[in-house]
């Protein structure tokens, strides 16, 4: 929601699900050690997109590479938490509650939103992009829509007629308005579904105020990253935006693979940008994404296995680009088991987040005190 002409402040997560490979993300090029290691799964030095003379993009990156040269892009390198879990399930688990010791119940975002709408007064504050709910998102008592296809979104789409359209809206409400009180796992399926019907009927308007110059491409992520921005110039509210890509779980054929992952994300992320920027939204929202854990350090012939360390980059007009964070060695005396060691806490970097760009207490949100970067103009 605007205040006084100026958008309040809002997030994009993007997340890499399967394990996004860092090594040939932000492609060590300039050390031989990634060769040796690396023997066939590479990217070649004269095909990486050059952040300095050690480092550089991976080939399929070009919008993150322009947008890292116009200072709007933050690597994080080397994130991670102590006793990496190498297991999807679990790795995200702990990056969704924010907990890696114990099983979290709530999500990390699911508190931003309580915190940004503590009476939940807007059902919109938080929208998902894709099937499901992220643990996230999740937090009891916090509204979240969750949609699909922003095009067909809302209740009983498939009816066409709109007299028997209405006629079954006004069941479903009279249903939900009227268990109230009488037990508790009914007043929350009942507020669930009243939230729902309030949020469809909000978030159809939304391509309907939609205009711009931006043609993302047809892929699912590019999809969401444009439903998202629909959602975002609406002004309807929403805060806190999430979807995700892949599958990133590279065992095998990961150069053809990660290419077009990399290709349709970068795209979609880069396309989001020129579209805030078109609309003079850039410094009103950033992207962070992020994966659940990198990859092993050797390739396997064809691909690359599960590992630990990985990177994650924040996007925005108001972001200070550049590298953070310490890129991990690649000696072999320095890995961890043949992985690379994260060197800084995933929670440094939500609690940047929480704090500087949201204004929240990011104690309670992530579960301590984790040292911030800089990355966002103050």
Do not use: C
């Amino acid at each position: 929601m605007t205040t006084a002409g100026k958008r309040e402040k809002s997030v994009v997560v993007l997340q890499l699900s399967g394990g996004n490979d860092y090594l040939n993300t932000v492609v060590p090029y300039g050390n031989e050690d990634y060769y040796d290691f690396r023997k066939t799964v590479h990217i070649e030095q004269e095909a990486v997109l050059p952040i300095d003379g050690t480092f550089g993009f991976n080939p399929s990156m070009a919008p993150f590479k322009r947008l890292y040269d116009q200072g709007n892009v933050a690597v994080i390198n080397g994130i991670g938490y102590d006793n990496p879990n190498r297991s999807h399930f679990r790795s995200m688990d702990i990056w969704h509650t924010a907990l890696p010791d114990e099983i979290g119940t709530e999500g990390w975002l699911g508190r931003v939103i309580r915190d940004l709408d503590p009476n939940s007064e807007n059902v919109l504050t938080g929208v998902n992009f894709g099937r499901g709910l992220p643990r996230a998102l999740g937090v009891r008592g916090v509204p979240v829509a969750s949609v699909g296809n922003l095009d067909t979104y809302g209740l009983f789409p498939d009816i066409q007629d709109q007299a028997t359209k209405k006629l079954a809206l006004d069941a479903f409400a009279h249903m939900y308005g009227g268990v109230q009180g009488k037990d508790p796992v009914l007043d929350f399926i009942g507020q669930t579904g009243m939230d729902a019907l309030k949020g469809a009927d909000i978030l159809r308007e939304a391509p309907r105020k939609y205009s711009s110059s931006i043609e993302y491409a047809a892929n699912p992520i590019a999809q969401n990253m444009k439903s998202i921005a629909q959602v975002l110039l609406a002004d309807f509210g929403t805060r806190v935006f999430y979807t995700q890509h892949g599958s990133f779980d590279t065992h095998s054929g990961e150069l053809v693979s990660h290419a077009k992952l990399w290709d349709e994300v970068a795209g979609a992320v880069g396309d989001f940008y020129d579209d805030m920027k078109e609309h003079g939204a850039e410094k009103d929202v950033i992207v962070f994404v992020f994966s659940e854990f990198g990859r092993r350090i050797k390739d396997n012939g064809s691909g690359s296995d599960h590992g630990s360390g990985g990177v994650a980059f924040v996007i925005g007009g108001d972001v200070k680009g550049g590298m953070y964070g310490e890129y991990p060695s690649i000696k072999e005396a320095d890995q961890l088991e043949g992985d690379l060691h994260f060197n800084n806490d995933f929670r440094s970097t939500y609690s940047t987040i929480v704090d500087q760009w949201f204004g929240l207490d990011a104690v309670p949100i992530v579960n301590g005190q984790f040292e911030q970067f800089d990355f966002l103009n103050g």
